[in-house]
């Protein structure tokens, strides 16, 4: 009871705090983000009223952490005995159901003598996914110290053999056979990656399976979504001469057992880590991890200092420990054949170090990183690097923008014309601008800067000093003030907006090395001393990746387009100097998409490759605009009383909803392709115009179906990306062939049709469901060097 006693009394006088902590996040916090400020006065005995100031329910709940410390649920446990559970889950959004069952578990939590920041103590944490876990964890390790690959097949016979009767009365659930093979699968692969096994993924799972897709002709019935995700129509739809057979492009064959040397790529993007091992020869992928980071737990002892993500905002801390839980999963023996390291990552974004404590920091957060359990509180510990803004971000205003070009038009040319790339919001040197401007502080003891995958890169190589810090042309360009011609930051733009040259890293080129893997756990698990490249930006990385799985090798007059629909949308053209030069000629007519001071939505960037470039339209309106209308769609049939809340569901039972709303979405979008409703999905506004938004038109009574809604958003989708092409280049997007990549192209076939409506003959189109920027970056070293990589896998240009 002292126990119960205590917690009450930490809820009446510490919850407000607790509160205002997890709402308020950075410091650097965009200006046009509100804060809520939640106030939880004394309780008294009387009236038990509590007060509440400046909420916003709905956003409370939405922001709420889903995971709670035992501190946490101890306070909230005591508040619910004074104020009862109704009103505690009206202030906090915690699940009714979830405070129930904290309730039942009293006495276990109050007693549990474990750190208060612990998030489980048995059955009142998060749910194991099979009861038998530790059995199933023992047969997996068996096998792999037997030297057998194991899948997620062997995992079901086991099941099968000595838990049939789970089986049964989980299949028996389901509404299908296949539906539950489906669910069964992922409960597999969401395994092991919770217990940091071998990553069930394309190398394991679908090593075995083909994947044929079929783009169908214009009438169609209701698409059948495989377990690879892909879409496809059934059996009694016709195509036409797009049939496209990717098992060499989609079949990656999980192959350790020979002795081969290997090249390790990684990718780190907006949400998610992966990691591949690819075959030197022939360039086959043999082994793949992925790590989402919403599945990354920061360890207690930083999670008080750390920076809560939010929309162009990521925690450092929580990407780092990712990598190495990604490098971690795939198998000892291929990392120990690794012979090189590439590395990429989202473009745009920008993150400051203090170059001589990253090395330290780097390790003691690895050290803690190495455990999920590991709880251990140290108010000492200081991060060496700031939080990570990314591509995202928006706290550079139009305004704000408008007056960095007006300060680089009047600052004093001191030589011949530059035209340096463009700054937008979210690019590096604007928020760089931004940050001193506006939150100087932040940037005390910092001496260096770069992308997240420079900050790795540093890292991995044990650098800790500011002229170590390098930077390739890819992602230099996309921050911003950098001179294409020169290869060199724009002085001119430097001087304009007071950034010091003296942080920025040194710019090089595409497969230069710039350092070894360092000892110790900085090394994340790879061999020491092996050599690693200058990371290179994601999206051209995906270019080279997707070119390399084409049956032929590129001419050096030839021309090909790809298309990527993922999060966001880009169109990327492989361009000559005769093409830019053309363009050029023409540069006043690029694009419809411009704004007043003659940026568009189309840049021209550098490539991998010498003397070629990408053609690039850039949108920031892509598969998060479908995924916006299945959340919507969810959210209204809640509203009404249509469908139990989410908050309400288990997570695979969430997952299967959401699957069978994008099912069903897209199957009543193929039904009304040829709707006169028009939707306009910039939703998000685009660079160019961060204040642009969406609009409908042409509505009607007879055209607002749900149908009619997903097949116009997915047509605007594909409009508003072909609308950025220049005029100039769009009579060569229509014949040239196209390659279609991005898990919302492929898994979407009203996204496939639309595309296909945009060309000449739909032979141009070819879809790659497994062409990676960590692929490319893997390859790009071996390729640029002409070493050993097989030539037939891709020709340098």
Not at 146 to 154: A, D, K, L, P, R
Not at 462 to 488: N, R
């Amino acid at each position: 009871m002292k126990a119960a006693c205590a917690a009450t009394s930490r809820a009446n006088s510490s919850t407000s705090s607790t509160l205002e902590d997890s709402e308020h996040g950075s410091g650097n916090a965009t200006p046009s983000i509100d804060v809520i400020t939640t106030s939880i006065g004394p309780l008294e005995t009387t009236g038990h009223s509590i007060e509440v100031k400046n909420t916003d329910l709905t956003r409370r709940r939405i922001q709420q952490r889903s995971n709670y410390s035992v501190k946490k649920k101890r306070e909230l446990i005591a508040l619910a005995q004074i104020a009862g559970v109704r009103e505690v889950c009206r202030i906090e959004g915690v699940p009714r159901r979830t405070l129930r069952h904290w309730l039942d578990d009293a006495e276990k939590i109050i007693s549990f003598e474990g750190p208060d920041s612990r998030k489980s103590i048995g059955r009142s944490g998060r749910r194991e996914i099979f009861p038998f876990g530790q059995q199933l964890t023992d047969f997996l390790e068996e096998g792999r110290r037997q030297g057998q690959e194991m899948t997620s097949s062997h995992m079901i016979g086991f099941i099968r053999k000595n838990y049939g009767q789970w089986l049964e009365g989980y299949l028996a659930d389901k509404k299908s056979a296949e539906s539950g093979q489906a669910a069964l699968t992922r409960l597999c692969q969401r395994f092991v990656e919770r217990r940091g096994l071998v990553q069930v993924d394309i190398g394991t799972m679908q090593s075995k399976a083909m994947t044929t897709m079929v783009v169908p002709d214009t009438k169609t019935n209701s698409p059948t979504v495989h377990l690879d995700g892909a879409v496809t129509r059934s059996s009694e739809s016709t195509s036409h001469h797009c049939t496209e057979d990717l098992e060499h492009s989609n079949l990656y064959e999980y192959d350790l057992k020979d002795d081969g040397p290997l090249l390790f790529g990684l990718d780190i993007g907006t949400t998610a880590i992966k990691c591949v091992l690819v075959k030197v020869d022939g360039g086959q992928v043999a082994a793949v991890a992925n790590v989402s980071l919403s599945d990354v737990i920061v360890p207690a002892a930083l999670r008080k200092k750390a920076v809560e993500n939010k929309i162009g905002v990521q925690n450092v801390d929580q990407v780092v420990l990712a990598v190495q839980h990604a490098v971690n999963m795939l198998p000892e023996m291929g990392r120990r054949r690794v012979t090189s390291v590439g590395i990429c990552g989202q473009m745009h974004g920008i993150v400051w170090w203090c170059s001589r404590e990253v090395h330290e920091a780097a390790e003691r957060l690895l050290s803690m990183g190495r455990s999920l359990d590991h709880e251990e509180d140290d108010d000492s510990y200081e991060t060496a690097w700031s939080e990570l803004i990314t591509w995202q971000d928006q706290r550079c205003t139009t305004t704000f923008l408008d007056s960095c070009r007006e300060k680089v038009a009047y600052t004093k040319d001191t030589g011949k014309f530059v035209l340096s790339s463009r700054i937008a919001a979210g690019y590096g040197l604007a928020s760089f601008a931004y940050t001193l401007e506006y939150s100087p502080r932040t940037l005390v003891g910092m001496d260096a800067c770069g992308t997240i995958h420079d900050l790795v890169a540093f890292i991995l190589c044990g650098h800790t000093l500011p002229s170590e810090t390098f930077m390739d042309i890819t992602d230099a360009h996309s921050w911003g003030g950098f001179d294409l011609q020169t290869q060199t930051w724009d002085p001119k733009v430097l001087r304009a907006l007071q950034i010091p040259s003296s942080m920025l890293p040194a710019v090089k080129k595409p497969g230069t090395c710039i350092g070894h893997i360092s000892s110790g756990l900085s090394g994340f698990g790879l061999p020491d001393k092996k050599p690693v490249y200058v990371p290179m930006g994601d999206h051209p990385c995906s270019v080279v990746a997707a070119l390399a799985q084409r049956q032929s090798a590129l001419t050096s007059d030839s021309n090909i387009t790809l298309v990527n629909i993922g999060t966001s949308a880009q169109m990327a053209m492989v361009l000559t100097r005769a093409d830019v030069a053309k363009l050029s000629s023409c540069s006043k007519h690029t694009s419809n998409h411009m704004d007043k001071t003659g940026n568009t939505s189309f840049e021209v960037r550098p490539f991998v490759f010498k003397d070629r470039f990408l053609g690039v339209a850039a949108s920031l309106s892509g598969g998060n605009i479908f995924a916006w209308l299945v959340q919507q769609w969810q959210q209204w049939a809640e509203e009404m009383g249509l469908a139990p809340a989410r908050c309400d569901l288990d997570e695979e039972q969430a997952v299967q909803r959401e699957a069978g709303v994008y099912a069903r979405l897209i199957a009543m979008g193929l039904q009304c392709q040829d709707t006169d409703l028009t939707f306009v999905p910039t939703l998000n506004g685009e660079r160019v115009d961060p204040n642009a938004t969406g609009s409908i038109l042409n509505l009607r009574m007879n055209n607002w179906s749900l149908g009619d809604i997903s097949a116009a958003l997915s047509r605007g989708l594909v409009d508003n990306l072909f609308g950025m092409i220049p005029t100039e280049l769009q009579p060569l997007v229509l014949v040239q062939p196209i390659i279609g990549t991005g898990n919302a192209l492929v898994r979407n076939e009203l996204l496939q049709r639309f595309l296909l409506r945009c060309l000449a003959q739909p032979s141009q189109l070819e879809l790659q469901t497994a062409a990676d920027a960590a692929v490319g970056a893997a390859l790009t070293p071996s390729l640029l060097s002409g070493s050993s990589v097989e030539p037939n896998i891709l020709r340098p240009l």
